[in-house]
């Protein structure tokens, strides 16, 4: 076990941090290639049983249960058996009998040998419980200690943003970390709270909503809404009318006077189709018509959104502006690897879009 370990140290050291936009895709006869932003390699003769892929690298595990790694390419052995495993922007890391690991600062790092199984990660934090009863937070290369207890998601109900962390502790405290400081946001737990980026957003005492942004409070006085979605950054919701709003950098801005048909938020970005059949995007504070009719589907990841248009084209808006990615009609789903879309025209093809350029593999 220790030579394993050793070796993986050796083979995530060498990591660098600039994306590859790598994606995976299998040929007609199942064998399994992957696409790293210019160029394709193959992976494996059998189709894999579980992948995720990050920013550099892509953690997977094969038809027989080995799991691997592949960066740079070249596929690395890492275990043979399959952990619980978890890739984000940032993390590269799994859980495997008590062992909780993560890739930091370009090497492989044990943050507990004793790990509980329930645990949370984000782009930024890692969150665990240990056998001893602490709960503990992995934050810019260090262990921060939270609380001398479990969190449980039975009766603390932790949620976790991109680098924030909230909950609500055994005297009924609702604390948030942020940036390596644990603060009590409130003296009592709110009714409901989401956590995102630089963001977390609850009901307040006397329900109305309120936010707890980039270190700073803002108290409103809109009652609590219908519902509502975090974005990075951003909160959108309902009001008592079913008008869609945004708010954002302390203001709330109304982005349709009926509840929408369809509704993507994610990350950076949110998208929707009204009640006439238009599609919107809000993207950066700024809202933008893209279409006159609702996608057939649609996808996004930070700064890129895919949709499928009427015709089954797939157009884009890539970093706020519009891109069209097919010009054929695409055949069945699509795909979204970072800022990578994958896709068929006819069966036993795969095209793959990165950065306004297209490749195609038979």
């Not at 108290?219 to 954002?248: C, K, M």
Request: charged share 20%; with cysteine.
């Amino acid at each position: 076990m220790k030579r394993c370990f050793l070796f993986t140290v050796l083979v995530f050291s060498c990591i660098a941090v600039q994306a590859q936009f790598i994606a995976p895709y299998s040929d007609y006869n199942g064998q399994v290639y992957i696409f790293d932003e210019n160029e394709t390699k193959f992976l494996e003769t059998l189709p894999l049983s579980s992948y995720k892929v990050g920013k550099n690298a892509m953690l997977y595990s094969t038809a027989v249960g080995r799991f691997k790694a592949y960066f740079q390419g070249t596929v690395y052995n890492l275990l043979d058996n399959t952990p619980d495993y978890f890739v984000t922007d940032n993390w590269i890391g799994y859980y495997n009998f008590g062992n909780l690991s993560v890739l930091y600062n370009n090497k492989f790092k044990v943050l507990d040998r004793l790990a509980q199984t329930e645990y949370w990660y984000s782009d930024s934090l890692v969150v665990w419980k240990s056998t001893l009863g602490q709960t503990h937070v992995f934050y810019n290369g260090q262990t921060y200690d939270i609380e001398q207890w479990e969190l449980t998601k039975e009766k603390n109900d932790p949620r976790i943003g991109d680098n924030t962390f909230a909950y609500v502790d055994q005297s009924g405290n609702f604390k948030v970390f942020y940036h390596g400081e644990l603060k009590i946001i409130e003296s009592y737990p709110p009714t409901l709270y989401y956590a995102d980026r630089d963001l977390v957003v609850y009901i307040d005492v006397i329900g109305n909503i309120k936010f707890y942004s980039n270190g700073q409070y803002f108290e409103t006085n809109i009652p609590a809404p219908q519902g509502f979605i975090t974005g990075e950054g951003f909160v959108a919701f309902y009001d008592q009318q079913s008008r869609l709003n945004v708010w954002h950098n302390g203001e709330v801005k109304e982005l349709s006077q009926n509840r929408p048909k369809e509704l993507l938020v994610q990350d950076n970005l949110l998208a929707f189709t009204d009640q006439g059949n238009n599609f919107y995007v809000w993207y950066n504070g700024k809202l933008q018509l893209l279409e006159r009719t609702q996608p057939l589907a649609m996808k996004a990841y930070r700064h890129v959104l895919v949709y499928k248009d009427q015709y089954a084209r797939l157009h884009g808006l890539y970093y706020g502006q519009p891109v069209q990615i097919s010009k054929d009609i695409v055949s069945g789903d699509f795909f979204l690897f970072n800022e990578t879309v994958r896709y068929s025209l006819l069966q036993g093809q795969t095209w793959l879009w990165c950065k306004g350029k297209t490749f195609n593999y038979y």
